[in-house]
T-cell receptor
Framework: KNQVEQSPQSLIILEGKNCTLQCNYTVSPFSNLRWYKQDTGRGPVSLTIMTFSENTKSNGRYTATLDADTKQSSLHITASQLSDSASYICVVSDNSGGGADGLTFGKGTHLIIQP | DGGITQSPKYLFRKEGQNVTLSCEQNLNHDAMYWYRQDPGQGLRLIYYSQIVNDFQKGDIAEGYSVSREKKESFPLTVTSAQKNPTAFYLC????????????FGPGTRLTVL
């Protein structure tokens, strides 16, 4: 069964510090991996999408990495801000030919930035 | 939330009542989805629709029903048969079914009293 495991489950850091969130997956065959940011009580918003051939992608202070051999991804946040407080969700797609059942969602990492 | 809206934001329901959650998009997307989110769990797929007048069950369709009479609209009905309906419901859309980026609505929090 396809699975996406995220760690840590929750994380508290001080404003201005860096942090790294992890995503390990067993989805096969692999199509792409997305990181979403979800503010409390809101819908998720896409941060990055990475395909098999990409190993790094940045979006402002967010940098995602992908190691397709070890089936691991990370999301690095640089110089954290209070607005970074949110849940970060990793979503992996297989290439089974279509349909929403090809998406596997992680449970998310809940990040809290303290002033 | 870019072009996809859900209403209401908060909804309270008595046990035994059906309730319908609205989802509308003006992105001209073919595919639309309904997810349920519970604390400490990943999003779970309830139903999805790839084109008008067609929809498929997701992983947890029991106790829910949908319709797709218009491209822009994909309402979800939570029926009295759903045993544990209290949750945060998210609607999403994508250009088509081939895993183009999903755009999510702001969500509806349903509480059964």
């Amino acid at each position: 069964k396809n699975q996406v495991e995220q760690s840590p489950q929750s994380l508290i850091i001080l404003e201005g510090k860096n942090c790294t969130l992890q995503c390990n997956y067993t989805v096969s065959p692999f199509s792409n991996l997305r990181w979403y940011k979800q503010d409390t009580g809101r819908g998720p918003v896409s941060l990055t999408i990475m395909t098999f051939s990409e190993n790094t992608k940045s979006n402002g202070r967010y940098t995602a990495t992908l190691d397709a051999d070890t089936k691991q991804s990370s999301l690095h946040i640089t110089a954290s801000q209070l607005s970074d407080s949110a849940s970060y969700i990793c979503v992996v797609s297989d290439n089974s030919g279509g349909g929403a059942d090809g998406l596997t969602f992680g449970k998310g990492t809940h990040l809290i930035i303290q002033p | 939330d870019g072009g996809i809206t859900q209403s209401p934001k908060y909804l309270f329901r008595k046990e035994g009542q059906n309730v319908t959650l609205s989802c509308e998009q003006n992105l001209n997307h073919d595919a639309m989805y309904w997810y349920r989110q519970d604390p400490g769990q990943g999003l779970r797929l309830i139903y999805y629709s790839q084109i008008v007048n067609d929809f498929q069950k997701g992983d947890i369709a029991e106790g829910y029903s949908v319709s797709r009479e218009k491209k822009e609209s994909f309402p979800l009905t939570v029926t009295s048969a759903q045993k544990n309906p209290t949750a945060f419901y998210l609607c999403a859309s994508s250009l088509d079914q081939s895993y183009n980026e999903q755009f999510f609505g702001p969500g509806t929090r349903l509480t059964v009293l």
